[in-house]
């Protein structure tokens, strides 16, 4: 069995600051992680992922991620906040494969502040 | 590449009547569709598993016989959700996976249900 926190429900940060989304796992198994963003009316998209090797991991517009299994936690960070990035951010965990489908944290709302 | 659209992307329909909701894989053959119900504000829940040419594999406490997949093809999968009630409406996104042993799911665009 998995699961996904993610750790506050909305984040504001301010256009050009460190922008820091939290997010730890429950797995049985090693975990394959990723990020997904979603855009008003829009589809998921997947920011980035980890499955085994690196574990700091980049993805799209300047996002990054590290695995620290010892804390079983993969935050999403990305040094400098624009304003395009508000959006809804979802961290997910599937078992290795990912044939079983993922498991999503509720998600959180990032807010840029001009 | 990797794109997977949705119809409809809304539909409003009277309590008791079914509705069906296309998935399709624009782009690829996807062997492995997932549907998902995503309740407003709150996060995605895996509702089942579709395999091309097999019975769906349903997540525990989602009803089989109330939500029908069908995946008859490479490129289509679809959800029926058979005699509605207003607690069924919601966002039922599908994602579609690229090969058996990937990793990576693309989502579509979502379907917004609502009965009446």
């Known amino acids: 069995a998995q699961s996904v926190t993610q750790l506050g429900s909305h984040v504001s940060v301010s256009e050009g600051a460190l922008v820091l989304l939290r997010c730890n796992y429950s797995s049985s198994v090693p975990p394959y992680l990723f990020w997904y963003v979603q855009y008003p009316n829009q589809g998921l998209q997947l920011l980035l992922k980890?499955?085994?090797?690196?574990?700091l991991v980049k993805g799209i517009n300047g996002f990054e991620a590290e695995f620290k299994k010892s804390e079983t936690s993969f935050h999403l960070t990305k040094p400098s906040a624009h304003m395009s990035d508000a959006a809804e951010y979802f961290c997910?965990?599937?078992?290795?494969?990912?044939?079983?489908?993922?498991?999503f944290g509720k998600g959180t709302h990032l807010i840029i502040q001009p | 590449g990797a794109v997977v659209s949705q119809h409809p992307s809304r539909v409003i329909c009277k309590s008791g009547t079914s509705v069906k909701i296309e998935c399709r894989s624009l782009?690829?053959?996807?062997?492995?569709m997932f549907w998902y119900r995503q309740f407003p504000k709150q996060s995605l829940m895996l509702m089942a598993t579709?395999?091309?040419?097999?019975?769906?594999?349903?997540e525990q406490g989602v009803e089989k016989d109330k939500f029908l997949i069908n995946h008859a093809s490479l490129t289509l999968s679809t959800l029926t959700v058979t005699s509605a009630h207003p607690e069924d409406s919601s966002f039922y996104i599908c994602?579609?996976?690229?090969?058996?042993?990937?990793?990576?799911?693309?989502f579509g665009p979502g379907t917004r249900l609502t009965v009446l």
């Open positions: 579709s395999n091309e040419g097999s019975k769906a594999t349903y």
């Open positions: 782009d690829f053959q996807a062997t492995t």
């Open positions: 980890y499955t085994t090797g690196a574990t």
């Open positions: 994602s579609a996976q690229v090969g058996t042993s990937t990793d990576t799911q693309y």
């Open positions: 997910a965990v599937s078992a290795p494969g990912g044939a079983d489908g993922l498991t």
